[in-house]
């Protein structure tokens, strides 16, 4: 599905990635987790082409896309949410879900997927004509999931979703990415929550300073000494029995279902 190969992306003179390799299979979520500056955020730019790579190889779905023009990456189906949310503030709520289908010419595609995004955010629906600024952090957040989704994307990137929200927003936002991949959208998830990255993703990486210095399970990295030390030894947000709880369904032996949330 996505494949990167040894690629190097350079600000100027300052090295940011040096050598990434990483992919995303069909119907995967896969988390990428490091410090601040690790080269994440630019990891995923160059994907959606605001970056545009030294060297290296992306690949979407067999194509090479590294260094097209990111309209054109959008329109291979590739659905970038980046940290911060950025919706248009002055507009409604509505009227960004629609510009997320701005690329689907079929009338009825788009009123199915609206209703795909009310159901899966029902906030959404009745605040249909609120203007955007307007929303609260969480609110905006979901309003940019939800726009992504309009692009009925064959992949989804996302970076940072969790970052300033409640922990009762970053619980919808899991639920929301678990949706997701229960869609069959593959996800490349960048989150410095690790322990709620790690319990999403079925497979992780782990980046240093623009290399990629683990890689995995994510159930290996969990349990993995230097991950533990570095990234699991905060405070531990147990969302994941609150969302089996919700599906109505325990998974014991599953990727997802991680009391160390």
């Known amino acids: 599905m996505l494949e990167i190969d040894t690629l190097d992306v350079f600000y100027d003179e300052v090295q940011a990635l040096k050598a990434v390799s990483l992919r995303v299979d069909k119907g995967e979520i896969v ?87 009310h159901e899966l955010f029902p906030l959404l629906k009745e605040r249909h004509n609120q203007r955007a600024h307007t929303l609260s952090g969480g609110e905006q957040q979901m309003l940019a999931l939800g726009r992504a989704m309009m692009s009925q994307p064959r992949l989804l990137i996302l970076d940072e979703p969790s970052l300033g929200l409640a922990p009762l927003v970053v619980l919808e936002v899991a639920r929301s990415i678990l949706q997701f991949g229960k869609m069959g959208i593959p996800i490349l998830l960048v989150e410095q929550n690790a322990h709620l990255a790690l319990a999403l993703a079925s497979r992780a990486y782990v980046m240093e300073t623009g290399s990629i210095t683990l890689s995995g399970s994510a159930a290996d990295l969990r349990n993995n000494p230097d991950v533990l030390v570095s990234y699991l030894s905060g405070a531990r947000e147990n969302l994941n029995r609150r969302i089996q709880s919700d599906k109505g369904q325990s998974d014991p032996g599953g990727p997802n279902n991680h009391p160390d949330w």
């Open 31 to 117: 988390t990428l987790i490091g410090p601040n500056g690790a080269g994440k955020t630019t990891t995923l730019k160059a994907i959606s082409g605001l970056v545009k790579p030294t060297s290296g190889q992306i690949y979407f779905e067999g194509k090479s896309i590294g260094g097209l023009p990111p309209n054109k990456i959008v329109g291979l189906g590739v659905a970038h949410v980046p940290e911060g949310r950025r919706v248009f503030p002055q507009l409604t709520v509505e009227e960004n879900l629609k510009i997320g289908a701005h690329l689907i010419s079929e009338s009825r595609k788009v009123r199915t997927t609206m209703s795909q995004v």
